[in-house]
Nanobody, 113 residues
Framework: QAQLVESGGGLVQPGGSLRLSCVGS????????MRWYRQAPGKGRELVAA????????NYANSVKGRFTISRDNAKNTVYLEMNSLKPEDTAVYYC??????WGQGTQVTVSS
């Protein structure tokens, strides 16, 4: 059974940092195109960042460019989202996505003083 499990969310003050992790199992992680999405209360799901199987292609939403970094370690079946200079508007549930079809359960990120 293919699974994606996110972790690393929490409460952080504005300007702070967090690193999210998503571990994949039950499929060939090294071949998967991985994405991070987020969904804020009352809003639709938004694509945050994407990374191709060998990290050759990386894309970011304009709202996070220069602050967030997506990376992956195929030996550990893990994709990361390093989030710096966090703002209250980054508050959302963050989801890991595989190949545009499969989702993790999400991890809550709250940016508040």
């Amino acid at each position: 059974q293919a699974q994606l499990v996110e972790s690393g969310g929490g409460l952080v003050q504005p300007g702070g940092s967090l690193r999210l992790s998503c571990v994949g199992s039950g499929f060939t992680f090294s071949s998967a195109f991985m994405r991070w999405y987020r969904q804020a209360p009352g809003k639709g799901r938004e694509l945050v960042a994407a990374i191709s199987s060998a990290s050759a292609t990386i894309n970011y939403a304009n709202s996070v460019k220069g602050r967030f970094t997506i990376s992956r370690d195929n030996a550990k079946n893990t994709v990361y989202l390093e989030m710096n200079s966090l703002k209250p508007e980054d508050t959302a549930v963050y989801y890991c996505n595989r190949d545009g079809r499969y989702w993790g359960q999400g991890t809550q990120v709250t940016v508040s003083s």
